[in-house]
């Protein structure tokens, strides 16, 4: 069974950093794009960071740019989202996500991801 296991969400102050992991199991994914996406109350989901299959490019989203880092360790199937500067518009449902394409970039739009993980609120108070 493929899972995607996300942790490290919480609540911080706004100016505070955050880690999340996210470990896959039931396969690797280490040929594939992966990406991090977020869902606040009332609102779509949207693309927050992605990472190709190497690592060697990352995307992020204009709200995001500068503050987060997105990594991936593939011998550890694990992949980060390093948050910085957290603001209280931060504050949402954190999902990862595989695209099933091996060797590809990395995915800005959340229809293409094919893989969820459950989700991790991440809380930033004012």
């Known amino acids: 069974q493929v899972q995607l296991v996300e942790s490290g969400g919480g609540l911080v102050q706004a100016g505070g950093s955050l880690r999340l992991s996210c470990a896959a199991s039931?396969?690797?994914?280490?040929?594939?794009?992966m990406g991090w996406l977020r869902q606040a109350p009332g609102k779509e989901r949207e693309f927050v960071a992605a990472?190709?299959?190497?690592?060697?490019?990352?995307y992020y989203a204009d709200s995001v740019k500068g503050r987060f880092t997105i990594s991936r360790d593939n011998a550890k199937n694990t992949v980060y989202l390093q948050m910085n500067s957290l603001k209280p518009e931060d504050t949402a449902v954190y999902y990862c996500?595989?695209?099933?394409?091996?060797?590809?970039?990395?995915?800005?739009?959340?229809?293409?991801?094919?893989?969820w993980g459950q989700g991790t609120q991440v809380t930033v108070s004012s």
């Open positions: 039931g396969r690797t994914f280490s040929r594939n794009a």
């Open positions: 990472i190709n299959w190497s690592g060697g490019y990352t």
């Open positions: 996500a595989a695209n099933r394409l091996e060797y590809g970039f990395g995915r800005t739009d959340p229809r293409e991801y094919d893989y």
